[in-house]
């Protein structure tokens, strides 16, 4: 029996995923890896404990399975990681990931210029700290001596393929993440290229989305034993997490959104075409073939209930105890109300000094408030996001993905904010089987995905007009008090 492996490069963890040839999950595996944060501002990881998570999770997967045929490995992977390679093509940096602000003052100045929105206009990546284009900059300015010591600037899946295949390679997708790549031609932009002090020979080569490796004998010496039960197998570079989370969950059709509340948060759309916003305040990203997704990444998703679980409220309970809590208050939280930056935020703000506030504490609120507002301001972002992409295409429903669809009330929250039906996929694991989607393109294997219904979350009324409220309060709140960050 053939099956097909998607492995998905998180912020958090590897995961490999193996379904059949009609969808289903045979086997998964997931490896967490440390976030490190090693002066203020700074996010990065471990480049090798990454690669060492996939060939575990990959190995693991094998051993599950034993007496099935492999057909392919499809990769998703997070967006917006750099890291600096030497000219022995070691890591001169860790992998510095979205989270990394260490270019936020750079991104201000930036912005503001007329070459700043000329360039978001030619990329489709919002001028932001997040982008490897702003990082670049940083290094060129603040770590001139890593920089002029750098051969190759690449992120986290072209160090894993060239681990693996000698090669340094990039798809559209991740290319078109980078603010590096003209999002219409999907050739490096060379006017930015200059800006940042860099040459496209410095750069990975671009491949589609269906691009295909495989493993060469000769060259496994250096990576574990393992490796060579996948000799034969065809290794896809396939997309992006956030396209392919899209595209795994159904989100590709006309009318459909897609909403991702993992760490961070995250609403698209699947367009035909190229497009950016004249307000500079959402992406435009490839995804595969002819399609592209506009939308909007928030730094702050699930990383708040984390947050306020172990750092303020220090409470050692369960994560679904913790969270049904909230289940105990009202819509609206009693009027209590957070501004859930604890990260600086993304969209729909692009203010890297951004910063939480809870707004309106009352003697009256407990823990299960604080909660529920928590739960609350995060949805009410990806609702200051989503309506930003409902100026520009008719959304009718949405499609929900990430951590969060495991709380029913919070996947509640989401239909009640946007007054729209909110499907949840059967299968969780959408980027990993979106990239098995590629992968199965790549090689012409006809999709006979037979994936069952998901669960769908009607809206209530009278909570909407009670969260549109607190959510317009919360855009005021922010216009008060941003410039005390």
């Not at 379904?19 to 595996?29: I, P």
């Not at 003052?105 to 990329?123: I, P, Q, S």
């Not at 490796?227 to 059709?253: C, E, M, R, W, Y």
């Not at 910063?355 to 949805?379: N, S």
Request: glycine share 8%; aromatic share 10%; proline share 3%.
């Amino acid at each position: 029996m053939d099956y097909y492996i998607g492995i998905d490069l998180g912020t958090t963890s590897a995961k490999a995923v193996a379904f059949s040839a009609k969808g289903h999950v045979l086997a998964q595996h997931a490896i967490g890896y440390p976030l490190l944060h090693p002066q203020e501002k700074r996010s990065e990881q471990e480049p090798d404990k990454i690669l060492q998570a996939a060939i575990d999770c990959l190995n693991n997967i094998a051993i599950q399975l034993p007496g099935y045929h492999l057909a392919l490995i499809s990769f998703s992977a997070a967006m917006h990681s750099l890291i600096l390679m030497d000219e022995k093509n070691n890591p001169l940096t860790n992998c510095i990931i979205w989270a990394d602000n260490r270019a936020s003052d750079l991104a201000v100045r930036l912005k503001e210029t007329e070459a700043g929105k000329n360039f978001y206009h030619a990329t489709g990546v919002p001028i932001h700290a997040m982008s490897p284009f702003c990082k670049l900059c940083w290094f060129k300015e603040n770590e001139p001596e890593i920089f002029g010591r750098a051969v190759k600037f690449i992120g986290i899946k072209e160090f894993i393929f060239f681990r693996l295949f000698g090669k340094y390679v990039v798809d559209t997708a991740v290319a078109s993440a980078t603010g590096l790549l003209n999002t219409n031609l999907l050739q490096w932009e060379e006017n930015i290229l200059a800006y940042a002090g860099i040459d496209k020979k410095q750069l990975s080569i671009i491949v589609a989305t269906t691009h295909i490796e495989k493993l060469q004998l000769g060259m496994t010496g250096n990576l574990p034993t393992r490796l060579h039960v996948f000799k034969q197998t065809p290794f896809i570079i396939g997309s992006s997490d956030g396209g392919l989370a899209n595209l795994g969950s159904g989100a590709t059709v006309a009318g459909s959104m897609a909403i991702t509340i993992g760490t961070s948060s995250a609403v698209r759309v699947v367009i035909q075409q190229a497009i950016t916003d004249k307000q500079l305040r959402t992406f435009c990203y490839h995804l595969s073939g002819a399609q592209y997704i506009i939308g909007g990444a928030s730094s702050n998703g699930a990383i708040v209930l984390q947050w306020l679980k172990e750092n303020i409220l220090q409470n050692k309970s369960a994560y679904d105890v913790f969270v049904s809590m909230a289940e105990t208050v009202a819509a609206g939280s009693d009027n209590l109300l957070l501004l859930p930056y604890i990260l600086g935020e993304r969209a729909p703000l692009w203010n890297s000094d951004a910063r939480g506030v809870y707004w309106g504490l009352d003697i009256k609120h407990t823990d299960a408030h604080m909660i529920r507002a928590a739960m609350e301001a995060v949805v009410y972002n990806t609702y200051c996001i989503g309506k930003i992409l409902m100026e520009k295409t008719n959304v009718t429903i949405i499609y929900a993905n990430g951590g969060f669809t495991d709380s029913n009330l919070w996947v509640q929250m989401l239909a009640d904010m946007f007054n729209l039906p909110v499907v949840v996929p059967a299968i969780e694991e959408t980027s990993a089987l979106g990239a098995v989607m590629i992968g199965m393109q790549a090689l012409d294997i006809a999709n006979t995905f037979d994936l069952p219904n998901g669960k769908i979350y009607q809206p209530d009324l009278r909570n909407h007009r009670i969260y549109l409220r607190q959510c317009e309060k919360m855009e005021r709140l922010y216009e008060l008090v941003k410039g005390e960050f």
